[in-house]
């Protein structure tokens, strides 16, 4: 059964650096595009972007696009999502997201709580 | 951007009733929308793609219809455990959009 794990929660102060990751298992982790999916506190679901691990090709959404980098390596079928600077406002849930492409996202991560506060 | 309305944001309902959620999107989308349920504190699930098309071990009571424009989630029987925040997303293009979500609660 496939599977996809995060890292931990994480309390960060603005400016600081910070690159959380999301393990796949179970299935060919370069067969899938795996993405993430913001969640800021009691609002809705916001897609962020995705990456093809057998080539690392990434699609962003515009809105997120310089704002984070989505990365991934194959050889520890892992994925991850990093800011070099962050800010109050990305304070959220961040789940990292099995897509098939066109049908959907089928496996979900268990989300990864990041705190932003001085 | 594909925008994606819901609607209601929010219903109550009793057990046993029948439920309806619609899904308006900006531009045609041909049949390109996944339907996910969410709890709280835990990851969306999901129920239906390419509009009508249930997810493996999703129960039958949930089935999705409609295509272009217009599309609708109905729960034809509500259990005590389809009480949670329902969305859609569009994968029809690139960003893929998610709605705002529609929480449904027991009445």
């Known amino acids: 059964e496939e599977q996809l794990v995060q890292s931990g929660a994480v309390v960060k102060r603005p400016g600081e650096s910070l690159k959380i990751s999301c393990k796949a298992s179970g299935y060919m982790f370069i067969d899938y595009w795996i993405g993430w999916v913001r969640q800021m506190p009691g609002k809705g679901l916001e897609w962020m972007g995705i990456i093809y691990p057998g080539d690392s090709e990434t699609k962003y959404s515009p809105s997120f696009e310089g704002q984070v980098t989505i990365s991934a390596d194959k050889s520890i079928s892992t994925a991850y999502l990093q800011w070099s600077s962050l800010k109050a406002s990305d304070t959220a849930i961040y789940y990292c997201?099995?897509?098939?492409?066109?049908?959907?996202?089928?496996?979900w991560g268990q989300g990864t709580l990041v705190t932003v506060s001085s | 951007d594909i925008q994606l309305t819901q609607s209601p944001s929010s219903v109550s309902a009793s057990v046993g009733n029948r439920v309806t959620i619609t899904c308006r999107a900006s531009q045609d989308i041909s049949k390109w929308l996944a339907w996910y349920q969410q709890k709280p504190g835990t990851a969306p699930k999901l129920l239906i793609y390419?509009?009508?098309t249930v997810q493996s071990g999703v129960p039958s009571r949930f089935t999705g219809s409609g295509s272009g424009t217009d599309f609708t989630l109905t729960i034809s029987s509500l259990q005590p455990e389809d009480f949670a925040t329902y969305s859609c997303q569009q994968t029809d293009s690139l960003p893929y959009t998610f709605g705002q979500g529609t929480k449904l609660d027991i009445k």
């Open positions: 997201a099995r897509h098939r492409l066109g049908l959907g996202i089928d496996s």
């Open positions: 390419a509009a009508s």
